[in-house]
């Protein structure tokens, strides 16, 4: 590794140090701290210092390149255009609002990003090594169908998806259940728990361990964040006049909002960050009264952000350790699911956009904050999911039906195939060596 090259340390400052590909397989440090990068090089000169109408592949493999620096840059090139193969488009709301859409992928969501990126690194993993690798994903609901979408015919990279029968929504569970190929779904006659309780048993299994290599996607591993760093510079690109703009970040386990952050610490240039919480506002209180208290999750209908404990406070505590100065880079509010449910209607009335409950979230913030601080500067409002995901939740609302955008359409007329399987250790063992050794 040569010297000025990033590597990988945990937020808790033990002395791990790990490449790109090492922090991923690995995916917590060992310290039981997150990997973050040891630098930040200032990337002014050689990306956000002309932005403006670039693709988001370019940036994307600018990014790369700095971050991920093991592997040859004529490489990382065709596996970005790979897995970051839609665009996100910047929206113009109304005033000085806009909407970044993130939702044009396979599952109609941000995490396609962070997941199909993860994927062909994995995939680029398995090939240096020789070797398969084997996923595991114990999903209860919408993970399994990102992170599976995400594989779905990448080379040397097994998937298997373990679902508690009847326990997922019909649509998830299509979704989960016709992709095929290298992903399989095990429908597990059980609880989510069961689920986790047979993935963790497989990772602590050794013997097993010797002859297949096993590796989870979780959400926290640093794979996944990397890539959602692009769209930022994305949304930039699209904006006619781009000093001091505002990103507001409808969070939950705050992986996209800390992804924001890194950017920024890299010389890209923002005015706030502005998260928009549901009820479960833990990180609000913490920046108003300096108290952070973890607690157990509140169901709402930004389901995606229902987070009582976010993993990624972690890492925003590292960068700004102080929180004082925490407050003057990250503003935060809270917002209840009736405010959500009117803002949609509003919205949807006034200027004709649909809302999902998770991007009405980050609306409802953007225009508080505009409102207390008496800012007029641009606001980006990070669109996370397309509002046909929720139609259950937003069709009565505008009293309107969604159109099934294609990719969610495809998938609703393919034929479901599931593995049924008992929640039991010696089972799943033996269906993980008959399949994959
Ligand atoms: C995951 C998710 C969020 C929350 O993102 P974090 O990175 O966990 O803060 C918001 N909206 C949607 C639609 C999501 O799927």
């Known amino acids: 590794m040569s010297k000025n090259e990033i590597s990988y340390i945990s937020t808790r400052n033990g002395n791990e140090s790990k490449n790109f590909s090492g922090a991923m397989e690995q995916g917590l440090a060992r310290d039981g701290g997150l990997f973050i990068p040891d630098r930040w090089p200032d990337l002014s000169d050689k990306l956000w210092n002309h932005i403006e109408s670039m693709s988001i592949t370019d940036i994307g493999s600018a990014l790369a390149q700095t971050f991920v620096p093991e592997i040859p840059a004529d490489r990382l090139e065709s596996l970005v255009e790979d897995a970051i193969s839609f665009d996100a488009p910047l929206v113009h709301l109304h005033d000085d609002l806009y909407v970044l859409e993130l939702f044009h992928g396979p599952t109609l969501a941000f995490k396609d990003y962070g997941a199909r990126f993860m994927a062909r690194m994995m995939s680029y993993r398995a090939e240096q090594a020789s070797q398969r690798m084997v996923i595991l994903v114990a999903t209860s609901g919408d993970t399994g169908s990102a992170v599976g979408r995400a594989f779905e015919g990448v080379d040397n990279v097994d998937v298997c998806l373990l679902y508690p029968s009847g326990k997922v929504s019909p649509l998830q569970e299509q979704q989960l259940t016709t ?3 290298n992903v399989t779904a095990l429908e597990v006659e059980g609880t989510f728990d069961d689920c986790q309780k047979l993935v963790k048993d497989a990772f602590s299994d050794s013997k097993l361990r010797d002859e297949l290599i096993l590796s989870s996607a979780n959400s926290i591993n640093i794979a996944r964040l990397l890539p959602q760093m692009f769209y930022y510079g994305r949304g930039l690109a699209q904006l006619e006049e781009s000093d001091s703009v505002h990103f507001c970040v409808p969070s939950g386990n705050f992986g996209n909002l800390t992804a924001g952050m890194m950017a920024a610490q890299t ?86 956009y649909i809302l999902d409950p998770h991007t009405a979230v980050g609306y409802l913030a953007a225009n508080s904050y505009r409102k207390e601080q008496e800012s007029d500067q641009p606001v980006i409002i990070l669109g996370t999911a397309h509002p046909a995901k929720f139609s259950d939740i937003v069709e009565p609302l505008i009293d309107t039906e969604i159109p099934l955008p294609g990719a969610l359409k495809e998938s609703m007329e393919k034929e479901k195939k599931s593995v049924r399987m008992y929640a039991s250790y010696p089972k799943f063992k033996s269906f993980l060596r008959e399949q994959y050794s």
């Open 179 to 181: 992709i095929g190929g």
């Open 267 to 352: 010389g890209m240039s923002v005015g706030q960050f502005i998260a928009g919480t549901n009820v479960n506002d833990v990180v609000p209180e913490f920046l108003e009264s300096g108290n952070f208290s973890p607690r157990a999750s509140q169901k709402t209908i930004s389901s995606a952000m229902d987070v009582g404990n976010p993993s990624n406070l972690e890492r925003i505590r590292s960068f700004y350790p102080d929180v004082v100065e925490l407050r003057q880079h990250l503003w935060a509010a809270s917002f209840n699911d009736d405010a959500c449910r009117t803002v949609i209607e509003e919205v949807y009335q006034s200027y004709d």
